[in-house]
T-cell receptor
Framework: EAGVAQSPRYKIIEKRQSVAFWCNPI?????LYWYQQILGQGPKLLIQ????????DSQLPKDRFSAERLKGVDSTLKIQPAKLEDSAVYLC??????????????FGAGSRLTVL | KNQVEQSPQSLIILEGKNCTLQ??????????LRWYKQDTGRGPVSLTI?????NTKSNGRYTATLDADTKQSSLHITASQLSDSASYIC?????????????????FGKGTKLSVIP
């Protein structure tokens, strides 16, 4: 089966600019996650969708980050304006659901953001 | 607060040798524990998932153990290969109610960076 697709793979911007990342999950996966992984750290959940609804966005810096999954399939994560500390890899993951304890997340390759 | 601590932070071993990575957690209520392998520039890939009742699970040369009493897990790699060079992340799932009517929340460790050298 096709994996989780993400683009772009790499992005370099200056602080205060904006950037958008796109994710297409595995077909049929209802749950979609965006994680931020800073170098040397484990992934940190930014937002979780179930179909086109938000399940958890408690750690999303809403003053600058936004995400949508309008049709319940692909998703976009936007940062505006970017700060230096936003430099990280943004990982998208999907799973069949989230109410099962055994749900397995499949991750995309990530989008590496460098803010200068 | 749910936490997952991994050790060592980094490890260098010779090709063909064995190694063991450690994971300690304070996550409640515990649902399961997963080990992921993350190659440089790639997303994490699941190696094993263990529930409370399982104390060992293998996936090829990877063997994970779980001691739910002491809240410790280990990942043992046998006969290491150059392709084992990666970060290994321990992830613990807990049942929570923060995200609506019951869901499972994942807590990630920072990972152990393993380098296998010829």
């Amino acid at each position: 089966e096709a994996g989780v697709a993400q683009s772009p793979r790499y992005k370099i911007i200056e602080k205060r600019q904006s950037v958008a990342f796109w994710c297409n999950p595995i077909s049929g996966h209802a749950t979609l996650y965006w994680y931020q992984q800073i170098l040397g750290q484990g992934p940190k959940l930014l937002i979780q969708f179930q179909n086109n609804g938000v399940v958890d966005d408690s750690q999303l810096p809403k003053d600058r980050f936004s995400a949508e999954r309008l049709k319940g399939v692909d998703s976009t994560l936007k940062i505006q304006p970017a700060k230096l500390e936003d430099s990280a890899v943004y990982l998208c993951a999907s799973s069949l659901g989230y109410r099962s304890g055994a749900n397995v997340l499949t991750f995309g390759a990530g989008s590496r953001l460098t803010v200068l | 607060k749910n936490q997952v601590e991994q050790s060592p932070q980094s490890l260098i071993i010779l090709e063909g040798k064995n190694c063991t990575l450690q994971c300690n957690y304070t996550v409640s209520p515990f649902s399961n524990l997963r080990w992921y392998k993350q190659d440089t520039g790639r997303g994490p890939v699941s190696l094993t998932i263990m529930t409370f009742s399982e104390n060992t699970k293998s996936n090829g040369r990877y063997t994970a153990t779980l001691d739910a009493d002491t809240k410790q897990s280990s990942l043992h790699i046998t006969a290491s290969q150059l392709s084992d060079s990666a970060s290994y992340i321990c992830v613990v799932s807990a049942y929570g109610t923060d995200s609506g009517a019951g869901s499972y929340q994942l807590t990630f460790g920072k990972g152990t960076k393993l380098s296998v050298i010829p």
